[in-house]
């Protein structure tokens, strides 16, 4: 089985909630990971996604510690819209 991964960083302006956490997470950047495998037996190269990782930073500590949540994409992409609607 083929499979890749994907990161980028999504930039938040102001404080935001996830589904899948109770706690709402400071303005910022985020990184994130998608991971998709191959869909085989087609003529043509498709993938599914399998996994949407955020990398969220450490509450206390060293800096370079993160946490990762394995999160929906949809929840990600719908808490950056409404990032994007809120007034500054």
Known sequence: MT????AKTVTFRHPFVLAALEEVLPAGDY????EEERIEGLSYAAFRR?????R???R???SHLT???TIDPDDLDAA??????TPD
């Open 56 to 58: 969220l930073h450490a």
């Open 67 to 69: 946490r990762a949540l």
């Open 80 to 85: 950056l819209d409404r990032d994007r609607l």
């Open 3 to 6: 499979t890749r991964t994907s």
């Open 31 to 34: 990184g994130v990971e998608t």
């Open 50 to 54: 399998t996994s949407t990782v955020l």
């Open 60 to 62: 206390s500590g060293p």
